[in-house]
């Protein structure tokens, strides 16, 4: 009798012991599938800066085309000048280079933080696709300027720039791809509204980065 | 009660390999060690264990000269995992009743 009893309370026990843990568990076989495929380290300070130094390249764009005009005119601009372009084309670059040397810098110190690998099988999933589009984007765009089609630049970084984000969203921090659906929405918009190229580049790569990258600040980095 | 409690997945790390590999086509070793911070043979007698239970294959190949095996889960590991989830679910199911 007593033996029964105490074989059926280590069952019970056992029971107890187990019933406890399957939350866990699952919380564990969640966080590893996250961690093993999506790059996290990704800092939503280094999108407040690029936000930033978007933000100072469309101030300087401004002042050489448009300037002491308001920056709506459509062709009463002379960014068809050799030298205006060139020098446009000089700062988008330099922004782009900063941007994403901020971006690695910055995850770089996020994964120290958190005691994680920066390069992992995951975050060269969310490189390459994020890049994969970026790129192709770029040389597009390139094709456009050198065929003349100025008018439908801007747009063209816009889409690209936010298919990438939705493609990429899937290897990082999943919020991302609203990020995208906004520069999307941006995209088309500028491209049926010449002449406002400035503008909405500035909303999609400066305001939207700023907004968006705070925001992340908020909800992952403190 | 569905599903069904294995075993094999009741060890911590077994079971962070298998979810693991239910996620992604192809792990391999050295990447295991990283995300898993286990010892080498550690996880190899925790990979070792898997695959005696035919619940994951592995493929040895050379990046340069360095040796790479990779892992990836089989068809009947991706059920029995499965079947584990599900028995996890229902328990948790059957606690908040």
């Known amino acids: 009798m007593a033996k029964e009893l105490k074989s059926s309370f280590t069952l019970y026990l056992k029971v107890l012991l187990k019933m406890k843990k399957p939350e866990q568990e699952l919380a564990e076989i969640k966080s590893?599938?996250?961690r093993s495929t999506r790059f996290l380290s990704l800092s939503g300070l280094s999108g407040?800066?690029?936000?930033?130094?978007?933000?100072?390249?469309?101030?300087?764009?401004?002042?050489?085309i448009y300037f002491p005009n308001p920056p709506f005119g459509f062709r009463t601009s002379y960014i068809q000048e050799d030298q205006t372009l060139l020098r446009l084309l000089v700062t988008?670059?330099?922004?782009l280079a900063l941007s994403l040397y901020t971006g690695w810098a910055l995850s770089q110190r996020k994964s120290q933080r958190t005691s994680s690998k920066l390069w992992t099988s995951a975050s060269k999933r969310f490189i390459s696709a994020l890049l994969i589009p970026l790129v192709v984007g770029g040389i597009f765009s390139l094709a456009l300027?050198?065929?003349?089609?100025?008018?439908?630049?801007?747009?063209?970084?816009?889409?690209?720039?936010?298919l990438?984000?939705?493609?990429?969203?899937?290897f990082s921090l999943g919020d991302i791809k609203y990020l995208g659906y906004c520069e999307l929405a941006l995209g088309i918009i500028s491209a049926f509204f010449p002449g406002y190229g400035l503008i909405t580049w500035t909303l999609g790569f400066g305001v939207l980065h700023v907004i968006y990258g705070s925001m992340m600040y908020y909800k992952y980095d403190r | 009660?569905?599903?069904?409690?294995?075993?094999?997945?009741?060890?911590?790390?077994?079971?962070?390999?298998?979810?693991?590999?239910?996620?992604?086509?192809?792990?391999?070793?050295?990447?295991?060690?990283?995300?898993?911070?286990?010892?080498?043979?550690?996880?190899?007698?925790?990979?070792?264990?898997?695959?005696?239970?035919?619940?994951?294959?592995?493929?040895?190949?050379?990046?340069?000269?360095?040796?790479?095996?990779?892992?990836?889960a089989t068809a009947a590991g991706k059920t029995a995992f499965q079947a584990h989830l599900d028995f996890l679910e229902n328990l948790i199911n059957e606690n908040k009743t």
């Open chain 1, 32 to 34: 590893m599938m996250e």
């Open chain 1, 48 to 64: 407040v800066l690029a936000g930033i130094y978007a933000l100072i390249g469309a101030g300087m764009a401004y002042y050489w």
């Open chain 1, 92 to 95: 988008a670059c330099a922004v």
């Open chain 1, 145 to 162: 300027i050198s065929r003349g089609y100025l008018i439908i630049v801007a747009p063209a970084t816009l889409i690209f720039y936010g």
């Open chain 1, 164 to 170: 990438a984000l939705i493609n990429a969203a899937h």
């Open chain 2, 1 to 72: 009660m569905e599903g069904i409690f294995d075993k094999a997945f009741e060890n911590i790390v077994r079971l962070r390999i298998m979810s693991i590999l239910m996620v992604n086509e192809q792990y391999d070793f050295n990447s295991f060690k990283e995300i898993l911070e286990v010892t080498d043979g550690n996880l190899a007698s925790h990979l070792k264990n898997l695959e005696s239970s035919g619940y994951i294959s592995f493929d040895k190949t050379f990046v340069g000269r360095k040796p790479m095996t990779n892992y990836s």
